[in-house]
């Protein structure tokens, strides 16, 4: 699915997803950007918004990415030395 954003920065979320997923009126939702891609997650109007993302992140192998990112600090650490 495609939306365009306005000059405003506003889009339209495609009323299939939006039906899906019980966004109405005055849903909120939280932008994940984990620098490669960004994610919109609704939250649960009701309850603790960080019980709501618990488990978002299954499937997109966090540990290997951060293990990756601190080799790579160390690496350019031992450089700059």
């Known amino acids: 699915m495609y939306t365009a954003v306005t000059k405003r ?10 039906k899906r997923y019980g966004i109405g009126d005055g849903a909120r939702l939280v932008w994940l950007d984990d620098g490669q891609t960004i994610k919109v997650v609704p939250v649960a109007e009701k309850g603790d918004p960080i019980k709501a993302l618990r488990g978002r992140g299954r499937g ?10 601190r080799k790579k600090d160390k690496e350019r650490d ?3 030395g």
């Open 9 to 18: 920065g506003q889009t339209v979320i495609p009323a299939a997803l939006r």
């Open 60 to 69: 997109e192998k966090l540990t290997k990415r951060l293990l990756d990112e």
């Open 78 to 80: 031992r450089r700059l």
